[in-house]
């Protein structure tokens, strides 16, 4: 059974840099076609994604937010990392973290994380 | 990128009957090679993260009522639930996994007439 759990601060100010971990169980991210992503979610808004690492290490990220986003492994510890650089309180936002299958497809995602930037 | 929109951006339905969501991508998603749609449907109840319930445009996940069911090919997509039930209530959304970036529909609310 595949889980993933999202961890970090529920409160950061604007450009301060946010560091979220996913921890997950029932895969490993050197098992080949695996990956997790990161998605967010404004409060009463539509998903959004952010960034993907695989279990290769090639690393993709959202075109608009890019210069902002850094995306790591740890694979002993079964950890994907995500940083967010210069946040804004536009960047309030619910963020998950799911589960790549082989396939593509998010198929597993984490309960997420309400983060609140002030200003 | 491709832009999803989903139709209607709501719509409420009476128990029992059929509700029906669509879902259009500015490209094709369809990968003549394999002959797959890269298309995926999510269902989010509220406090709730995103479960996926369709991948492939019409493959039912593991453990989802029959009720619900998918179609559609290259640009344009439907999710039908055949007799809305209660636990239904949800916003449902779309999401091409053809290229990067991800995207995924602006969501379409659904509700109990």
């Known amino acids: 059974q595949i889980t993933l759990k999202e961890s970090g601060p529920t409160l950061v100010k604007s450009t301060q840099t946010l560091t979220l971990t996913c921890t997950f169980s029932g895969f490993s991210l050197s098992t080949n076609g695996m990956g997790v992503g990161w998605i967010r979610q404004p409060p009463g808004k539509a998903l959004e994604w952010l960034a993907l690492i695989h279990w290769d290490d090639d690393k993709r990220y959202s075109p608009s937010l890019k210069s902002r986003l850094a995306i790591t492994k740890d694979t002993s510890r079964n950890q994907v990392v995500l940083q967010m650089t210069n946040m804004d309180p536009v960047d309030t936002a619910t963020y998950y973290c799911?589960?790549?299958?082989?396939?593509?497809?998010?198929?597993?995602w984490g309960r997420g994380t309400l983060v609140t930037v002030s200003s | 990128d491709i832009v999803m929109t989903q139709s209607p951006d709501s719509l409420a339905v009476s128990l029992g009957e059929r509700a029906t969501i669509n879902c259009k991508s500015s490209?094709?998603?369809?990968?003549?090679?394999?002959?797959?749609?890269?298309l995926a449907w999510y269902q989010q109840k509220p406090g709730q993260p995103p479960k996926l319930l369709i991948y492939w445009a019409s493959i039912r996940e593991f453990g989802v009522p029959d009720r619900f069911s998918g179609s559609g090919s290259g640009t344009d997509f439907t999710l039908t639930i055949s007799s809305l039930q209660a636990e239904d209530v949800a916003v449902y959304y779309c999401q091409q996994y053809y290229t990067i970036p991800r995207t995924f529909g602006q969501g379409t609310k659904v509700e109990i007439k």
């Open positions: 799911a589960h790549r299958d082989d396939e593509g497809i998010f198929d597993v």
């Open positions: 490209q094709t998603i369809l990968y003549t090679s394999n002959n797959k749609n890269y």
